[in-house]
T-cell receptor, first 113, second 112 residues
């Protein structure tokens, strides 16, 4: 079955530690995205990538980093510089630029204490 | 500032009643997308609208795009418990081509 997988579903970390969230897609999509969702605020774009080895900052990139070494993978690292990292993180992909629907993964809930 | 404004923020509807959610953009719309989300899960695609005046339906859900007003509405007829969840609109706009911007979402509760 084609789709997007995110792992793990729940992640717990101590403050000051970096943590990497996994996102894999087997849809052969060029574009991939990372969003953060907080209660009452909808989805906010962290980073996006239109093609392998290229990515751009979204609206709230500070404290996050990404890589796009393979078409199917777009991992997100939440660094210790992110002041409020506890949130629900969603990965998405899209065939390319243009009017296509985005496909979403199941999400990872990160809790930092 | 929020490019996409959704209203209402939340609503409670009795089973069998109709409901409408609105999504208004402050920028020119090139594509408008409706998604549904269960709490703590990913987003499920419902419909995509591109042309002014376009209307699409799937089962009991109908979405319309009023290009002149930069607004879209999502209408559910005879709501059922399965319609409960968070509905989000997303859009490709002139300033955000290639990266979907989303509204804050509308929480829908369906009571018996």
């Amino acid at each position: 079955d084609g789709g997007i997988t995110q792992s793990p579903k729940y992640l717990f970390r101590k403050e000051g530690q970096n943590v990497t969230l996994s996102c894999e897609q087997n849809l052969n999509h060029d574009a991939m995205y990372w969003y953060r969702q907080d209660p009452g605020q909808g989805l906010r774009l962290i980073y996006y990538s239109q093609i392998v080895n290229d990515f751009q900052k979204g609206d709230i990139a500070e404290g996050y980093s990404v890589s796009r070494e393979k078409k199917e993978s777009f991992p997100l690292t939440v660094t210790s510089a992110q002041k409020n990292p506890t949130a629900f993180y969603l990965c998405a992909s899209r065939p390319g630029l243009g009017s296509y629907e985005q496909y979403f993964g199941p999400g990872t809930r990160l809790t930092v204490t | 500032s929020q490019e996409l404004e959704q209203s209402p923020q939340s609503l409670i509807v009795q089973e069998g009643k109709n409901l409408t959610i609105n999504c208004t953009s402050s920028k020119t719309l090139y594509g408008l997308y409706w998604y549904k989300q269960k709490y703590g899960e990913g987003l499920i695609f419902l419909m995509m609208l591109q042309k002014g005046g376009e209307e699409k339906s799937h089962e009991k859900i109908t979405a319309k795009l009023d290009e002149k007003k930069q607004q879209s509405s999502l209408h559910i007829t005879a709501s059922q418990p399965s319609h409960a969840g968070i509905y989000l609109c997303g859009a490709d706009t002139a300033d955000s081509w290639g990266k979907l911007q989303f509204g804050a979402g509308t929480q829908v509760v369906v009571t018996p």
